[in-house]
C-alpha cells in the first residue's frame, strides 16, 4: 500500500492512485492514448475522479482510507496538486456519488473543499 508522503510529479500521483485503485492505471492508459496533452495534477485527478465514481462500491475500507490519506496529504499546503485534488476530486465527489464513501476519512480540511 503506498505511503502517506505528498507526491511531488504528476507521475508519482499516478504511481499512487493506481496502487490504490488499480483499474486507475488501465483507465489512465486508455485515457492517455485518446490524444496529446500536457501531463498536470489536475489531469490526473479529472481521471482518477471518473474511476474512483466507478470504482468506490468494490473497494475496502483500506482502499478508502488510502484515497483519504492520500486526498489529506495532497490538500495540506495551498499550492498546485491542493488546487487539482480540491478542484478536480473534492468538489466533484457528490457528483460521482462518492462523497458518503470518502467522508469518514478526510481531515477537517478536506472536507472544506467537498461540496454537496
Known amino acids: 500500500m503506498a505511503?502517506?508522503?505528498?507526491?511531488s510529479t504528476p507521475e508519482e500521483l499516478i504511481q499512487r492512485l493506481s496502487e490504490l485503485v488499480p483499474?486507475?492505471?488501465t483507465e489512465w492508459a486508455e485515457d492517455r492514448a485518446d490524444e496529446e496533452w500536457t501531463l498536470t495534477f489536475h489531469r490526473v485527478m479529472r481521471t482518477f475522479t471518473y474511476v474512483f465514481g466507478k470504482a468506490r462500491v468494490s473497494l475496502s475500507d483500506a482502499q478508502l482510507k488510502g484515497v483519504a490519506n492520500l486526498v489529506n496529504d495532497c490538500v495540506a499546503f495551498d499550492d498546485d496538486i491542493e488546487n487539482a485534488v480540491s478542484t478536480c476530486f473534492l468538489e466533484h465527489l457528490h457528483q460521482v456519488n462518492s462523497l458518503k464513501s470518502l467522508w469518514p476519512y478526510l481531515s477537517p480540511k478536506a472536507r472544506r473543499e467537498c461540496h454537496a
Open 3 to 7: 505511503t502517506s508522503a505528498r507526491p
Open 23 to 25: 483499474h486507475f492505471a
